[in-house]
């Protein structure tokens, strides 16, 4: 940094009429469309958006695949998501009589079977699964209530030992005495 009463050096600069441009004046199309009208006209009707309903990629097709290519794929995960909810609806343990929990399974096992659905789509139908296929654990907080309901009556027990020692001490050592 430069100290406040000195001048700042100069910069180097191009010389004139140097120019860094790939094209330089008439050589670039662009510019030589937009000197006439027609040419204008055609560069307006490049840049409107295009209307219609068969414009861009179709909804739920992910980059990289196609509108067919997708299909292809959720057809396969269609036919393996029935198989998959037939066989859990045969087993008793997954208790799956309902029509309408068969179909709600059946779409987030495809959901989920599907490649190149999102992580949290698919994260969502795993957790839908689970929920209907598993049992959930029991909570810790039954386990911490027993401990400690325990540690209070430990603790009630020997307070209540030491009452008793301490109106009794003669006692107390004579028990102790006679166990040695």
Known sequence: MPKPNQPRKKVAKAPKGTHYNSRS???HYFTRLQKT???RALHRSWMKKPKGPNVGRPWGTHDGHTAEGMKVIRDKAKQEAKKVVKIMSENPEYNIDDKYSKEALE???EIMRTAPASARDRLTAARLIL???RSKPAA???VTIGKAEAF???LLDSEEE???TDANPE???GDTQTSV
């Open 162 to 164: 030491e009452e008793q």
């Open 171 to 173: 006692a107390s050592e």
């Open 131 to 133: 929920d209907f296929t």
């Open 37 to 39: 009208p027609e040419g």
């Open 140 to 142: 810790k907080s039954e």
């Open 107 to 109: 779409t987030s096992v």
């Open 152 to 154: 209070l009556s430990s």
């Open 25 to 27: 004046g008439d050589s």
